[in-house]
């Protein structure tokens, strides 16, 4: 598994490492679904920090949470991403639907 997910007060942080392409799509799609329902979360942080590349399945996934999270009221964050991640996530258009923060520690600091 190339991710660990937990929950820290009220948002389940998502840390991904390596690639998010379709290898790992389907897993992390499920487990984050799980996750979410399992914890009562409504809120959630998608740490890229250790991520080299995001493919189309990739931005997929985060755009799914984005609809299943904010559909109940919460917010989708991101943050880490380093300039070749960020330049395909700013292409694709999510950080016009989420913010974004260069590290989840300012995240943290600035939501809670």
């Known amino acids: 598994m190339n991710y660990t997910i937990k929950r820290k007060n009220n948002y389940l942080i998502v840390s991904v490492i390596g690639d998010v392409d379709i290898n790992l799509t389907d897993s992390l799609r499920k487990d984050v679904d799980l996750a979410l329902a399992h914890y009562g979360v409504n809120n959630l942080v998608f740490d890229l920090t250790d991520v080299d590349f995001v ?58």
């Open 55 to 112: 493919d189309s399945s990739g931005l997929g996934v985060i755009l799914g949470r984005y609809k299943r999270v904010s559909a109940n009221g919460g917010k989708v964050y991101l943050a880490g991403a380093k300039p070749q991640v960020k330049k395909v996530l700013d292409l694709s258009g999510l950080p016009r639907l989420m913010e974004m923060y260069p590290s989840v520690n300012l995240l943290l600091d600035k939501i809670g």
